[in-house]
């Protein structure tokens, strides 16, 4: 592994957990830590014994947002260059294999954002979510307008884009942005555990759910329908559908080949 000044990155069995660890700034992205985040997310992804990935942060902060003070005197002409956190800020949202992320404390502007990047957010309690770069006399960068709209819909997107509020997890979770509410002491365990579950799947089967639910949010129903049709056919191509099936006629547990 590269060596990180930005991230922890560990290997859990069958789970990469990655932490943002810039503890004296709530864990700001900056230009460098999106660098390795990409970097990270290369290796995992070559690597075939990886079925999943964890992003976390600390108990107080998940990440509270860019990093103000890389960004605030940058030129416009930087900013169309991508010179700053906007030239890896993607990868997450383009990563094959699954993502969670483990939020708790403050997840805000482009931390928002890249929870919002990866496949569901498992929050603890403590979470704090809110897109507050109105406040800085800006709009959000990496799809704070779009995603979250996408998954709250437009009068609560507009309430935090327009407001800058931040909304705390029971709203977070009855708004649908987070997929499960624990305790704050609870929140990684659960997250590596459902990590866990979803390694032990198949991955080329992990990586076509993936891409179908994805595709629900930017496809129409009916291309959605015929394109997921087609991709349940093609499983019976894969060992792994074989395997699947067997072991539940058999009454045991099924060994996935990622074939
Ligand atoms: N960038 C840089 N540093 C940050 C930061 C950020 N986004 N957020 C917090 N920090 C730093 C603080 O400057 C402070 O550093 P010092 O100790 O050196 O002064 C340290 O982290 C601790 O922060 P606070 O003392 O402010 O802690 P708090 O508990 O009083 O407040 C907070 C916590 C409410 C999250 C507050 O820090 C805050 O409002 N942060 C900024 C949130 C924000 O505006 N995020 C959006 C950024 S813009 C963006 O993300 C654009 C985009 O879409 C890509």
Do not use: W
Request: hydrophobic residues 45%; aromatic residues 6%.
């Amino acid at each position: 592994m590269t060596e990180l000044n930005c991230l922890i990155v560990e290997k859990r069995d069958a789970v990469a957990l990655i932490t943002l660890s810039r503890p004296d700034a709530l864990n700001a992205l900056n230009s460098e830590l999106f660098r390795e985040l990409a970097i990270t997310l290369d290796q995992v992804e070559a690597d075939e014994s990886i079925g999943a990935i964890v992003i976390t942060g600390s108990d107080r902060a998940f990440a509270a947002g860019a990093d103000i003070g890389e960004m605030k005197d940058m030129s416009y002409s930087q900013m169309l260059d991508d010179a700053g956190l906007t030239r890896h800020s993607d990868r997450v949202a383009l990563c094959k294999k699954p993502v969670i992320a483990a939020v708790a404390g403050y997840a805000l502007g482009g931390g928002c954002e890249l929870a919002m990047m990866c496949d569901f957010i498992i929050a603890a309690d403590n979470a704090r979510f809110g897109q507050p770069e109105i406040k800085l006399g800006v709009v959000p960068g990496i799809g704070g307008t779009q995603r979250l709209t996408h998954l709250i819909g437009k009068s609560k997107a507009m309430d935090l884009c327009l407001t800058g509020r931040m909304m705390d997890v029971d709203e977070a979770e009855r708004a649908g942005l987070v997929a499960r509410v624990v305790p704050l002491d609870e929140y990684l365990d659960v997250a590596l555990q459902a990590a866990a579950e979803i390694a032990a799947y198949s991955q080329p089967v992990t990586r076509n759910m993936k891409y179908l639910v994805n595709s629900a949010l930017e496809t129409p129903l009916e291309q959605g329908l015929a394109i997921e049709r087609q991709m349940f056919k093609a499983n019976f191509a894969l060992d792994d559908q074989k395997e699947g099936m067997a072991a539940f006629v058999e009454k045991r547990s099924p060994e996935f080949k990622n074939r």
